[in-house]
């Protein structure tokens, strides 16, 4: 059986940065548990980073959440140091928006049976990046979301998010 970990947005900015919230940080032992986990199984694990560039304030995103973050090559647009420690060879894909196209073409070219995601934020870009593996995963493959390894400063949004999910057959573990 193939799994794959989607490390989702693990970055400074969500954490401690612009867009950061202080329980977000608090997920990290449960996201490093899970990378240790599917390393040890001989399993794959790939990180997205939300990625902006300069101009992020002229963007579409930036119209509706006018608060700069992510740029690349600052401290906020970095992993987490917990996490990045753990990136070695693993596949890191850039994505410019709330999904990953990339990760979308990815999963087009390499089956798993599994695909489990983590991150942040539970409701913006793991909500998203769920729906793309769902769509591009193929119709046998099972996609969950691992609660304890995800989060949101609005939990109300994340529990509406989260049974959005479930009704889409994502499951939350």
């Known amino acids: 059986m193939r799994k794959l970990l989607i490390v989702v947005d693990y970055q400074n900015d969500f954490i401690e940065g612009a867009l950061g919230f202080a329980e977000a940080e608090g997920i990290a032992p449960a996201i490093i548990a899970l990378i ?11 990180f997205t980073m939300d990625t902006h560039q300069s101009d992020y304030l002229k963007t579409t995103e930036g119209h509706y959440l006018p608060v700069e973050h992510c740029i690349k090559g600052e401290k906020g647009w970095e992993l987490h140091p917990s996490i990045k420690s753990l990136v070695g060879d693993h596949l890191v894909m850039e994505k410019p928006g709330f999904g990953s196209a990339e990760l979308g073409h990815y999963l087009e070219k390499n089956h798993y049976d599994e695909i ?17 593996a769902k769509t591009f995963a193929g119709v046998h493959t099972k996609v969950k979301v691992v609660r ?8 109300a949004i994340q529990e509406k998010s989260f049974e959005m999910l479930k009704h889409l057959h994502v499951e939350i573990i």
């Open 116 to 132: 489990y995601l983590c991150g942040l934020v539970s409701d913006i870009c793991v909500f998203t990046n769920a729906l793309i």
């Open 148 to 155: 304890v390894a995800t989060l949101s400063s609005d939990l």
């Open 36 to 46: 240790e986990d599917f390393k040890r199984s001989g399993d794959d694990v790939v």
